[in-house]
């Protein structure tokens, strides 16, 4: 049973006598004040299932009966007001879950169909759609038309009335017989059998779109609507708007392809035209080769006959002049062989006078090398006397030398002597001084004691006071010192947040550090040793503190590095939650500088389970911002907030992208599109792998609490992936000074700072009493100084008499030692003479040498000078007979040479007259008599040979077969007959592209016109319907298009639900259900004004909103069923040229829904229940 009624719904008195005096509220006050409250009419079940309007109080429902009623306050009758096409009345029989024949009385406005689940609220959606000639493909159902007929029954129809215009209705009836498992449909017009063609005239004559999803929405293509792509809504919404504008864009479409593929093929067309042009001058060329090749062997014919003529000639003239040269050659040998007698016999007589000089020159040679020996004998004994006469001498000299020492000496010990003397009585003098005032002294030494002590003993306590003040001063620093340490401090917290496992691992790797580094030689022995030295192993503090600095020693040897949160200092403490966020995964990790290590790496991941991290041989690239950067918002990058050494940042680099991500400002993001964000994203991309030389895909950054993450596809790049998230402000980790933190600082230094003072004022006090201290020890130790000279004065007095002593003694031997050397002298003098005689005697022997030595060698030289004539001249025949004989035998050769020239010529010319012969045998006599006309000369005739040889080198891979020339010819025509054929199918593609131009031209401005008005409409529409819900929501549709032609256009539904937050696609991914239901619902009724669709159908559009939304809904299909209403409201303004908008129909809704809202006052909506299925339970309506 469907009830229905205008106004709001009251259940009758039998379920319900509440009274209801809610109003709506905002614009629904407006639609309510002339709408009154009416009680539903009484319904009484008739036979035929069908239930009339009446004027009855009572209302009798049968349970076993299927009822559908409509009912209204207005006259039901009235349908002025809608378009062509809308639905008057639907019948059902035997149809789904209705027996029937059950009605639907449609009214205009909106027909809520609201009922449970399972009572056939589909059934008359898939009766429209098998009714008006539609098939399942619509519905996403079961495809097969016998499962939609009523189990069990044979036969059943549907009937549809549909408006033609305000006086006449047309009604279309499909009857279904089932015969033998198959269905057979039967079509009636207006009572009139007709074809399928009929219907389907009709459809697009009352613009029956239920194909397109945004005019018939059935509960099974719900979800395909948020599922549509960009291109399929486009072409739902034009479908929905005006077919022809559909059939417009396909067609232009279907041109631009058409136009694009006859360019394509007149490029291929001259592709190949060229192509068969280069075949054509390829076959010609070797055309030509061929008959080049033919004339080129004819010309190397006729110069190589007349190189042999020009050969023959030359020969026989080589034959005369070489017999002419044989006989002269022959004379000249015979008048050469009597010069060669005499000059052998002077020969002989030069050889016989050299031998007798030669003996001669020995004998005297011999004498002369006897006389150089004795004179060699004699040098040496000279040379041996020599240097005894120099010994003597030396010896002479250095008595005398000691003579004059000696001298020196005793004038030095005189001078001593007095002044010792000197010395002692001076001493005696100082004694007799001393003795007067000795007294004075000792009372002086005394007192200056006493005063001494007393300053000693203020010394002491001014020392107790300063250890005391410097170990507060040192104390102050350390807490200094550790207050300021970030390291230790980072390595506690890190220590205090970390599991309890994993804080042990790191507690055993720092107790056994000194094991590892022995185990692994990481570090010198020296460096251990001076640790024992400095620290006592015995106390636990010293052992933690030999660790500290062992750990610290491996960091600055770079070494290992661990934990690497000791290591990092954030510099910007506003992002010290971020950089936490960020490296906080590897701040308990160990970084291992040498991983070819594998020992220790194995060690510290098995044996302590520490997490380590090596470095990579890399080196990579940090990214800067730059000054588009900065205006784009990007404030740094993450590896600028925090200080390490640059190897932990190389290390750190390869597992955490530090050198790419980057921080944005907060605002940065707000008001802005998806459209802003993804330039924003793509910007940077492009900037950051132009920084960094490579192709970068993604981006990782935050803004404020939010963290971003932006990856194209490797697959297309057209497709990304954004990912955002929140993170806490909150930092556990990082340390930096805070206010608490720098008060404690701040009272340290203060105290740090009086203890300066008192320190200065110390030491000024300390240098004060140094100065008196100073005085006092001055004075004490020159009474000291003055006692104890008194002692040294009388130790010298002893040490100068034993000296005098000595001296005297000295002079009495020195005088005893003249004797001695006088005697020394005269045996010095004896030697020297005998000495002397003896060279005398040896020199006379050298003179006598040298003279029979002198005599010998001028013999010599004569007998040498006459040797050499007579060799000079024995040289001079020698070289005159070589060349009479050399000429001798270059004469004979030369004979013997013309006599083989004579021999070979003759051979030549008879070779040469048998080739001529042969090659005139191969002319034509036309050939033989232009011989006569090459009047060239051998080397002419022999260059121009070569270059033909050089010619046939280039024809050797030509075929010289004639037919391969005749194939040639043939196919040169054929291919110019093929280039022509293809020139006039480009002629013709050129006039059928000219054609799409102009159909292009032809139809593209008005409809690209009527499009951008449309688009502005349905914008307006849309973001007004959005406001209208909540003024907080808000929408946009944009129309994107490839080019100027519109050949892809693509439309996308952008909608936010806050109003700082950016416009996002309407997508299963950025909204949930609730908002995509509100969505299609609002752009649904935002085309509607623009339609000429009779009706529209929506089913279950309701489902996921919330009381608020639904209500709106509500109130604003009220309105727009209102054409007063929507001009007060909704009307545009823009002066629209090339579309006219229909803002006095009214349009037909039909809404279907398991459940609504209770309390609502409708206003021109009809509300149809269906009281059908086996789920209906009595007072099951009661409060409506």
Known sequence: ?????????????????????????????????????????????????????????????????????????????????????????????????????????????????????????????????????YNSNILSRNKELINFIKKGEKKSYIEIILKCNEEINICIKRIMNIIDKKVESFWFVNNEKVNFSKILDIQKEFNLNLDNLITFMPQENVSK??????????????????????????????????????????????????EEEKLINDLESKKAKFENFKNLLVTMKLYRVKKYILLLDIKKKELENTRENVNLLIKEKDEHFNTLKHYLSELEKCH??????????????????????????????????????????????????????????????????????????????????????????????????????????????LLMKKYSLQSEFNSLTEKLKKRQNYQNIQEEKLLNSIEFTLRERIMNYKKNIKNIVQNHNLLSDNFLQNLKKKYDESKITNQNEINCEIIEELSRKNIIYGPICKYIKCIKPEFDYILEFFLKKYFYSFLLINKENKTLLESLYKKYKLSVITISKETHKFCYVTNEMKKRGVECFLYELFESPDVIKNGLINFIPIN???????????????????????????????????????????????VHRYRISNFDKKIYIDNSFFIEKKCKILYYINSDVKKDLTQLNEKKKECEIELENLKKKFLEFDKIKKDKNDEYNRIILQQNEINIKKKKLLLLQNELKSIEENLSLYLRGENIIDDKKNSITKNINLLNDKKIKICEQYFNILKEHNKYDKEVFKIFHELNQWKRYLSIIKNQNLESEEKHETL?????????????????????????????????????????????????????????????????????????????????????????????EINDFKKLLEGCDKQIQFILPTWSNNINEYIIFLNYNFQKFMSFINPEYSGKIDLIKKNDNYEKCQLFIKVKFKKNSPFLLLSISHQSGGERSLTTMLYILSIQKLTKNGFYVLDELNQGLDHFNEKRIFELLSCLSNPVLYKKYFLHDYDYKYIQIDYYSKPQYFILTPQIIKNIYFKDITVHYLFNGFGILDNQFSGF
């Open 1 to 133: 049973m469907v009830c229905s009624n205008k106004s709001k719904l009251v259940a009758s008195q039998n379920l319900s006598n509440k009274k209801n005096n809610n109003s709506s509220e905002d614009i629904g006050n407006v639609l309510n004040k002339k709408g009154e409250k009416h009680k539903l009419p009484n319904i009484n079940s008739i036979n035929n299932d069908i239930i009339n309007n009446n004027g009855n109080n009572d209302i009798n429902i049968e349970k076993g009966s299927e009822l559908i009623n409509s009912s209204s306050s207005s006259n039901s009758g009235n349908f002025k007001k809608l378009k062509k096409g809308a639905i008057i009345e639907i019948t059902l029989y035997n149809w789904m879950v209705f027996s029937g024949p059950v009605k639907l009385k449609a009214a205009e406005g909106i027909n809520l169909i609201a009922a449970a689940n399972a009572s056939g609220k589909s059934s008359i959606v898939c009766a429209l759609v098998f009714g008006l000639g």
């Open 225 to 274: 609507f948020s599922r549509l792509n960009s291109e399929e809504l486009f072409e739902y919404t034009l479908l929905a708007i005006d077919k022809s504008l559909l059939d417009n864009y396909n067609y232009l479409k279907k041109l631009i392809e058409e136009k694009k593929n006859g360019e394509h093929k007149i490029v291929t067309y001259e592709h190949e035209i060229a």
């Open 352 to 461: 016989k006078v050299i031998n007798n000089l030669s003996l001669e020159y020995n004998k005297k040679k011999n004498i002369i090398k006897d006389s150089i020996n004795n004179y060699l004998k004699l040098n040496i004994k000279l040379e041996e006397i020599e240097e005894q006469i120099i010994k003597e001498e030396k010896i002479m000299d250095d008595t005398v030398q000691n003579v004059y020492e000696n001298k020196e000496y005793i004038k030095d010990l005189d001078k001593k002597k007095k002044k010792i003397k000197e010395e002692i009585e001076q001493i005696k003098l100082f004694f007799k001084e001393k003795e007067k005032c000795s007294d004075n002294m000792e009372s002086k030494r005394k007192n200056l004691e006493l005063h001494l002590k007393e300053l000693s003993n203020e010394n002491k306590q």
């Open 660 to 706: 790419i991500a980057f921080i944005v400002k907060n605002d940065i993001f707000k008001n802005k599109s998806t459209e802003e964000i993804n330039e924003f994203n793509n910007f940077m991309l492009i900037e950051l792998s132009k920084q960094l030389n490579e192709d970068v895909t993604s981006l990782f950054y935050f803004c404020d609490n939010n």
């Open 892 to 984: 004979k050769n030369n004979i013997q040479l013309e006599k083989t020239k004579l021999s070979s010529y003759i051979c030549d010319i008879g070779e040469l007259e048998q080739l001529i012969k042969a090659q005139k045998k191969e002319l034509k006599k036309e050939e033989i008599s232009s011989l006569d006309d090459i009047h060239l000369s051998l080397e002419e005739i022999e260059k121009k040979l070569q270059e033909c040889v050089i010619q046939q080198k280039i024809y050797s891979n030509l075929d010289k077969s004639e037919e391969k020339y005749n194939m040639i010819v043939i196919s040169i025509e054929k291919h110019k007959e093929t280039i022509e054929n293809k020139k006039k």
